[in-house]
């Protein structure tokens, strides 16, 4: 199994980009991951954020295969314990998912379109984080659920 990770825009903060680059290259070990960065739009004063949402969604609905299975990390999701993550991700991988999509959305959410084409909705806390830093915590969440799978000491029970 793969994993694919969408996001929308770019970090430029060093401390963000060297601690994602952390845990993907820790990643290397358990499987592959695709990093997706959609641009952000550049026009984002002259439009609503109905608009804005459906052009962000446009461009993430455009980065999947037919296959992908789509879940959105969003505040309505649904919430797990690390073990719960773990197993989930070891769900994924018995039932011969070929892509696992996690997509962190802008500022704004999500477009309906990408709701509707969503298989799941995942809420990494019910405490508002900014995006930056949600690309950090869904790497080492990811990350923490491949140790729990490979029974390795990174997570202590």
């Given at each position: 199994m793969k994993i694919?990770?969408?996001v929308v825009g770019k970090s430029n903060d060093k401390s963000i980009i060297s601690l994602m680059d952390e845990y993907q290259k820790r990643l290397k070990h358990y499987i592959k991951l695709d990093w997706v960065e959609i641009p952000d739009y550049k026009n984002r004063g002259k439009v609503t954020a109905e608009e804005l949402k459906k052009i962000e969604g446009q461009s993430i609905l455009s980065?999947?295969?037919?296959?992908?299975?789509?879940?959105l990390l969003d505040e309505k999701g649904k919430e797990f314990t690390s073990n719960e993550f773990s197993a989930f991700f070891r769900k994924k991988m018995n039932s011969g998912l070929k892509n696992l999509v996690f997509v962190i959305g802008g500022a704004y959410g999500f477009s309906d379109?990408?709701?509707q084409r969503a298989n799941g909705k995942i809420a990494?806390?019910?405490?508002?984080?900014?995006?930056?830093?949600?690309?950090?915590?869904?790497?080492?969440?990811?990350?923490?659920?491949?140790t729990i799978i490979k029974g390795e000491p990174y997570h202590h029970n």
């Open positions: 694919t990770v969408i980065k999947l295969q037919s296959g992908d299975e789509l879940i379109e990408v709701y990494l806390s019910k405490l508002t984080f900014p995006h930056q830093l949600i690309r950090v915590f869904i790497l080492e969440q990811i990350y923490r659920g491949f």
